[in-house]
């Protein structure tokens, strides 16, 4: 009997086990004249190609299938196949088609073929003919992310749910890479400093890297483009101390292999470089915002063109058009790790974005009213906010200009009109001002361009007025 065949009859013996088994087990089950010396060398292969999880290092070591044992941790199991008895758990997000592509890379690595990255898929994407995200569903999200007028400056509603979306956006990317810090955990962390007594150094650093990714995404959303830089800046930040220093940021100059899949990516570093160029140029020229974002999100998780971090690249990738027009963010909640993983593997073997769609989808609505939920708890003051860089630059030139009294109420109800600010709200956007003004002292000047000075001088002649 062939090698290969030899340890397909392992596998399938061990997925048709509950729990680990024992050699002696397997010995018994298989009826063939394997030597115990013969099984203990093929599960040992099969544990090197992350096929097969052994418990133990004594002759009381069992062994389970890998695909087994992922339903055992998530209590959740993939998708069965047809031939399996009881009852099945099916993801809410996923639809009748999605289901159909899971089942496909849902089946025993034996039985996929090995597949290579297709250059033609990419080349195929024509940007604003070309839609993966059907126009129903554009819409809807669109609906449903909306959070700003049009004159709010970019990056304006992530700077204003900055806390909540560093944590939870830094939280699920990091636990959809197997990362056990808690939600509490992570914002301890990245609010305090708090590390997590007994986790890993990686864990700790995977999440403070979130946190420097994002704050340059929303520090930069007004000049942010999609580029080959960006992209690679994004990957360098994430990377930064998780891999070696001359990968963090560049493509990788060797092969990898995907766990649990049969999908090969390139190797030749030239090929990488060439791809990334060609999916952030056809990115940028994409104009709907979730599509953009779902298009990079697809396209940098294929690609896997960097030494590791290559997925939660691609999912920061995914927000920069929703920082940019002040969209809700994608922030991954309430997404099963091993639905992801079915997700982006349809995505590698079957270049099918259907699961990753719904999944898309679905997170993304419930972000939406999670996020809705925060702004109203935090009781932002939409005026202010929106209109900030206005009012500091109107109260800047009052201080500068020492005017005071009518000439001052004048100028104010000026600009007011200059600005455009909305009708509806000019009398609050003038109240702010008033009230600036009466709390305005040394600490407040910061970032205004006032010197202690004038304020001294203005304050002087606010006095005699």
Not at 115 to 124: A, E, G, P, R, V
Not at 158 to 181: C, K, M, P, Q, V
Not at 435 to 444: A, K
């Amino acid at each position: 009997m062939k090698h290969r065949d030899r340890k397909l009859d392992i596998l399938r013996e061990l997925g048709q086990e509950s729990e680990p088994v024992a050699l002696s087990h397997l010995a018994k089950v298989l009826e063939l004249n394997y030597s115990d010396r013969t099984i203990r060398r093929l599960l040992n292969e099969l544990i090197t190609e992350g096929l097969v999880k052994k418990f133990g290092h004594t002759r009381g070591a069992k062994y389970i299938a890998v695909k087994i044992l992922d339903r055992i941790l998530d209590h959740e199991p993939v998708i069965p196949s047809q031939d399996v008895n009881g009852p099945r758990y099916i993801s809410s997000c996923f639809g009748s088609e999605s289901l159909e592509a899971i089942e496909k890379i849902n089946k025993p690595l034996f039985e996929r073929q090995p597949i290579t990255y297709n250059t033609d898929w990419l080349k195929s994407y024509q940007p604003n003919k070309t839609f993966y995200l059907p126009r129903n569903l554009r819409n809807q999200l669109q609906n449903a992310g909306h959070r700003a007028n049009g004159h709010d400056p970019a990056g304006t509603y992530a700077h204003r749910i900055f806390n909540r979306l560093i944590i939870d956006l830094s939280y699920n990317s990091s636990r959809l890479e197997g990362n056990t810090y808690s939600l509490l955990e992570t914002e301890r962390l990245l609010l305090h400093g708090d590390g997590t007594e007994g986790k890993l150094d990686e864990e700790k650093v995977m999440i403070l890297n979130h946190k420097e990714a994002i704050r340059y995404l929303v520090d930069n959303a007004a000049s942010l483009k999609i580029n080959q830089n960006v992209i690679c800046t994004i990957h360098y930040l994430l990377a930064d101390g998780l891999v070696e220093p001359k990968y963090a940021g560049k493509v990788r100059d060797f092969g990898v292999r995907i766990s649990g899949s049969t999908y090969i990516p390139f190797e030749d570093p030239k090929q990488l470089q060439l791809q990334i160029d060609k999916i952030s140029q056809k990115a940028a020229m994409i104009s709907d915002p979730f599509e953009q974002s779902f298009f990079l999100l697809v396209h940098i998780s294929y690609l896997q063109a960097f030494a590791d971090v290559n997925k939660r690249t691609a999912r920061l990738a995914a927000n920069i058009s929703f920082i940019k027009e002040n969209l809700v963010p994608l922030a991954f909640s309430d997404v099963v790790i091993q639905d992801y993983m079915s997700a982006i593997i349809a995505i590698y073997e079957l270049q099918d974005v259907r699961p990753l769609i719904d999944l898309y989808v679905y997170s993304y609505l419930r972000t939406c009213a999670a996020y809705d939920s925060t702004v109203k708890s935090l009781g932002f003051d939409e005026v202010r906010v929106r209109f900030r860089h206005q009012r500091r630059k109107i109260i800047r030139e009052i201080i500068i200009n020492g005017f005071v009294g009518n000439q001052l109420e004048e100028y104010i109800q000026s600009e007011a009109k200059k600005n455009n600010i909305p009708q509806q709200i000019r009398e609050k956007f003038i109240e702010d001002i008033f009230e600036d003004l009466e709390q305005i002292n040394e600490s407040r000047i910061v970032g205004l361009g006032v010197s202690l000075d004038q304020l001294k001088r203005w304050l002087q002649l606010k006095s005699k007025n």
